[in-house]
């Protein structure tokens, strides 16, 4: 019964988006649809939310207080989302933009069009001569993640806090296996999660490969709505994984319809680079950026990519730090391979000098892996950001602050790994990409969020401002300026590699499911408020690899029938 209703009310919801995308005439379609098909709308919503997408008992959704701190859980509980009226703005899609008013109830865009008119216990935000856009999504993030002896120090809470003032309303983070076990690495993640504030989903990493974890990767995809796989190559003697394993990875990925993920350098080589540092004297930060090179990260790539080609599955390459990389990329691309390209806040906007600042603290603030490269890099990531070759902006937020970094005050091998990004990346995309005159506003709703939902199989719930999706969403202001500095951002970290940005664009409001979390400088979240969002298999990036296959085994023209002639 339940499945037939999901199936049904499925069905209904794809036809709704479909109409909303190919209608001539939207405003009469909105008008004459929808006091019929309000109500139907959101019971559609909900029903699938709690059938595809079901919460646990411990994830129901308390309301938030006006505290960033660990407030009482029980805070709110009986209070529902508001009724909001967005008016006036300038609505923002990826593939669409217009002047129209957006109403949200029950955390979900009910109707979006001009003049509409609400009742009087609707709040009202005036988004006049600003835009409305869905909140970001940020593919890459690493909170209170254990690594190099030590702990990041944003965990769900504090991380996801930074997110929301920043305008980012989800995020997938990167679960790591506990001793190798995908089982027990993905049930301490949902304990570590157990804080959040705002919607999340997960990568799993994969550190060695057998049956127990190709039966782990298919409980992972079928059960808890993991659809990606990372594989390292690099971090030797710790998580880094040989082209063994990554192989066996890649097939048990393409089997399940999940999405394989490398980081890609030459652990080997980079290993050897470090010693050849040492022994040289080089002890400091900057012997990490000359210990592996951009050629360390361009091997890995075309390794990579070649390997992945072998296997015939969609591949994708986690921050593109490099022009090296992005032009295997580009070649890949230009064949007719499945490869997605993402590049960080951190390499687009920065170079590597800081790694030579005399300061330690300053110079290992900036130390991450692949390492930001030279002046030249950040521009050539840019070009190939606004041409499609590269193709949705994450962060790789692993931050450690100073005490942390100064592990490694003797010896760059022992320096924590990491920069930050998850605050200030929606803010340094449009100053860098959309006030520069490099991409549209609707390609910015496409690199920031629209292109991670569709990726990861979670749009139009999420990555748009449709009826029916999920009330995720900005309000930013093109004629404000915003500066950068750690003594106000949200993060628990004591440094930001960024420190004295100053930018035009900025995001005065965020919504989240339908809750106003950020609005006038002020910040409304509550520990344990948060959602994890389950993705299902088999994303748009799988379409059609079943012909690619069948066309592969007609070309081998094999096995030969062969016969033998009798003496």
Request: glycine share 8%; with cysteine.
């Amino acid at each position: 019964m339940e499945a037939a209703a999901a199936a049904a009310a499925a069905e209904l919801l794809s036809f709704s988006f479909s109409l909303r995308e190919i209608a001539s005439d939207r405003k009469s379609l909105l008008s004459q649809t929808l006091k019929i098909n309000r109500l139907l709308l959101i019971s559609i919503v909900f029903l699938l939310s709690f059938t595809l997408f079901p919460i646990s008992q411990s994830q129901q959704i308390p309301e938030f207080c006006s505290d960033v701190s660990y407030g009482d859980p029980n805070c709110g509980l009986h209070v529902s989302p508001l009724k909001i009226l967005i008016k006036g703005g300038t609505v923002v899609n990826a593939h669409h933009q217009e002047v129209a008013d957006v109403y949200i109830e029950d955390g979900i865009v009910v109707s979006v069009g001009p003049n509409i008119k609400v009742t009087d216990d609707v709040t009202v935000l005036d988004a006049t001569g600003k835009y409305v856009m869905p909140g970001g999504i940020d593919p890459h993030t690493h909170l209170a993640m254990k690594f190099m002896g030590t702990e990041t120090i944003d965990d769900f809470f504090s991380g996801q806090a930074a997110a929301l003032a920043g305008g980012t309303t989800m995020h997938i983070d990167f679960v790591i296996p506990v001793n190798g076990s995908l089982t027990a690495g993905y049930e301490s993640y949902l304990n570590k999660a157990k804080i959040s504030c705002m919607d999340y989903g997960f990568h799993m990493a994969v550190t060695k490969f057998d049956e127990v974890v190709s039966k782990e990767m298919e409980l992972m995809v079928k059960e808890n709505g993991i659809n990606s796989f990372k594989f390292f190559m690099a971090y030797k003697g710790d998580l880094m994984i040989n082209d063994e394993i990554l192989v066996q990875g890649l097939e048990k990925c393409k089997s399940l319809g999940a999405l394989a993920m490398v980081h890609a350098e030459n652990g080997d080589a980079a290993a050897a680079g470090q010693k050849r540092m040492i022994d040289l004297g080089i002890t400091g930060p900057e012997g990490h950026s000359l210990s592996r090179p951009p050629e360390l990260e361009r091997e890995a790539t075309g390794r990579a990519i070649r390997l992945a080609s072998s296997v015939n599955t969609p591949l994708y390459i986690v921050h593109v730090m490099s022009a090296d990389a992005m032009e295997e990329i580009a070649e890949a691309k230009k064949s007719g391979q499945r490869v997605i390209g993402e590049p960080i806040v951190a390499g687009l906007v920065l170079d590597d000098s800081w790694l030579w600042h005399p300061d330690f603290t300053t110079a290992a603030k900036y130390l991450m892996s692949p390492p930001i490269r030279k002046v030249g890099h950040d521009k050539a990531l840019q070009a190939a950001l606004s041409m499609g070759i590269l193709q949705l902006v994450g962060t790789d937020h692993c931050p450690f602050n100073s005490k942390q970094k100064a592990l490694g005050i003797d010896d760059f091998r022992k320096i924590p790994n990491g920069v930050n990004g998850i605050e200030e990346r929606m803010h340094l995309v449009w100053d860098t990409m959309v006030e520069s005159g490099r991409i549209s506003v609707t390609d910015y709703v496409k690199i920031t969020s629209t292109e991670c939902a569709r990726i990861f199989n979670i749009y139009p719930r999420k990555g748009a401002i449709l009826v029916g999706s999920d009330a995720d969403i900005i309000i930013l202001n093109p004629n404000s300026s915003f500066e950068i500095t750690a003594k106000t951002h949200h993060s628990r970290l004591d440094t930001n590699v960024y420190e004295g940005w100053k930018g035009k664009g900025k995001v005065e409001v965020t919504i989240s499911r339908g809750r106003i979390v950020w609005k006038d400088g002020e910040l409304k979240v509550e520990p344990g408020s948060g959602r994890y969002i389950k993705m299902r298999p088999f994303g748009f990036m799988f379409d059609g690899m079943d012909k690619v296959d069948a066309a592969y085994l007609s070309s081998l023209r094999a096995p030969v029938k062969r016969f033998t002639v009798d003496a």
